[in-house]
């Protein structure tokens, strides 16, 4: 069946340095994953996001890196700062293309 | 711009009372929506999704139930609460694919 997981549950870094968040997917036919940000208490924030007819996708600090071939997905954040310490999500949009399928969420701890 | 509203902000409940939880939308037009739960420390569980006026998926067999009266509206019932039901529940809009959240509803049923 489809399912998105993610390797760590929890990744803890120092502010300055580059993170990076990992997520294997399972359904190769997916075209769609975006990168989720939820701070304690709130909802999930969009990221970044990528179609499969893309390897790499950058924004503002985060890169997203597709490689179809194993079906991962990572999330990197450059220069990581404290206001970045969540919990991430990756997601897949599913095969009917009505719903996104999240992973479990790492943990990313970053302290000064 | 869209925004989403989501009420009550915080809920406690006794087991076996009636719930109500309601989306609202603004800034848009015939939107996907949608309903998530997250347990404590965990990801997010789709609960039911919408693609128009009184269209209802529902993904997970459970005591909860799902309406979409308006275009920009979603409520999530239960007629019968389940300590079970606790946890921090999500709507979500979308167009495209890209989803955007609201603010969540924290449900706590003793």
């Known amino acids: 069946g489809e399912s998105v997981g993610l390797h760590l549950p929890t990744l803890s870094v120092q502010e300055g340095d580059n993170s990076i968040i990992n997520c294997a997917y399972s359904n190769s036919a997916s075209d769609y994953f975006i990168w989720y940000k939820q701070e304690s208490g709130k909802g999930p924030q969009f990221i970044i996001d990528?179609?499969?007819?893309?390897d790499k996708r950058q924004g503002q600090r985060v890169t997203v890196l597709l490689n179809k071939t194993v079906k991962h997905l990572s999330l990197q954040i450059a220069a990581t700062q404290p206001g970045d310490s969540a919990v991430y999500f990756c997601?897949?949009?599913?095969?009917?293309?009505?719903?996104?399928?999240f992973g479990k969420g790492t943990t990313l701890s970053v302290s000064s | 711009s869209q925004t989403i509203h989501q009420w009550p902000a915080t809920l406690v409940q006794p087991v076996g009372s009636p719930l109500s939880l309601e989306c609202t939308v603004e800034g848009t037009s015939n939107p996907n929506l949608y309903w998530y739960r997250q347990a404590a420390g965990r990801g997010l569980q789709l609960l039911f999704y919408?693609?128009?006026?009184?269209?209802i998926s529902s993904e997970v067999p459970q005591n909860l139930s799902a309406s979409r009266p308006q275009d920009r509206q979603f409520i999530l019932s239960s007629k019968k609460l389940l300590l079970s039901d606790s946890g921090f529940y999500l709507c979500a809009w979308s167009v495209r694919g890209e989803q955007f959240f609201g603010p969540g509803t924290r449900l706590t049923v003793l």
């Open positions: 919408s693609v128009g006026i009184g269209q």
């Open positions: 990528i179609r499969s007819n893309m």
């Open positions: 997601a897949e949009l599913n095969q009917a293309g009505t719903a996104l399928i």
